[in-house]
């Protein structure tokens, strides 16, 4: 019984350590300057002031709340890209995308916001909306 207690709350405190350093690393990457996008992407990133990309992959639970979420905020919004990681595999690394889903905004090719996790829509709006 106290083996199942403290395998039960290692992997708890394991998951919190995890949730933090994937939240600290998104910190960081703010104002960082993206390299090596492919042309077609870059074109895309200097279409607009700001871009939102999503990076999410079909098998992912989390995605597949979220991704109805994003495709609502395409029909308001035109500067948002989606990026299926499972077919795109070669840009999570260019990105630094650790996880799905995770929603950057692009400014250029710096890294305005760096968020890995599902969000709420109101979250998002006031993403692409901010100047």
Not at 6 to 31: C, D, E, H, N, P
Request: aromatic share 10%.
């Amino acid at each position: 019984m106290h083996a199942f207690f403290y395998i039960t709350s290692a992997v708890v405190v394991l998951f919190i350590l995890l949730q933090l350093y994937m939240r600290l690393q998104g910190y960081l990457k703010r104002g960082k300057q993206v390299k090596n996008i492919p042309p077609d992407l870059r074109r895309e990133l200097q279409k607009y002031d700001r871009v939102l990309l999503y990076f999410y992959t079909p098998t992912c639970s989390a995605c597949r709340v979220m991704t109805p979420v994003i495709d609502r905020l395409k029909n308001e919004f035109d500067n948002i890209l989606k990026i299926d990681l499972s077919r795109d595999t070669h840009l999570g690394p260019v990105f630094g995308v650790m996880g799905t889903p995770t929603i950057t905004l692009m400014q250029g090719t710096t890294i305005r916001e760096f968020v890995v996790g599902a969000r709420k829509e109101a979250f998002l709006c006031r993403l692409l909306q901010e100047k």
